[in-house]
């Protein structure tokens, strides 16, 4: 939205510094709102209604290791 927007309303005109700081704050804010309200209203809905947990593995059974310095098995 930030790119596709801004010429529209401004004519592609450019800023100065301060200016396109407060540009890009009113810009972010105005698409906070526009992107939380399909993530509250539909991901969030059909993530809770529609998914499932992931399978865990199960835990494989213990190996055997080898002492080194004995040559022992534990």
């Known amino acids: 939205m930030i790119f596709y927007a801004r010429p529209e309303p401004f004519d592609g005109r450019t800023f100065g510094t301060p200016a396109a700081l407060g540009l890009l704050i009113v810009v972010f804010a105005a698409n ?3 992107v939380w309200l399909p993530y509250s ?3 969030k809905p059909m ?3 529609w998914s499932r947990s992931r399978k865990r593995p199960e835990p494989s059974a213990p190996q055997r290791t080898e002492l080194a310095a004995t040559g ?3």
């Open 32 to 34: 906070l709102p526009a």
């Open 47 to 49: 993530m809770r209604g």
């Open 72 to 74: 022992k098995t534990v």
């Open 41 to 43: 209203l539909v991901e």
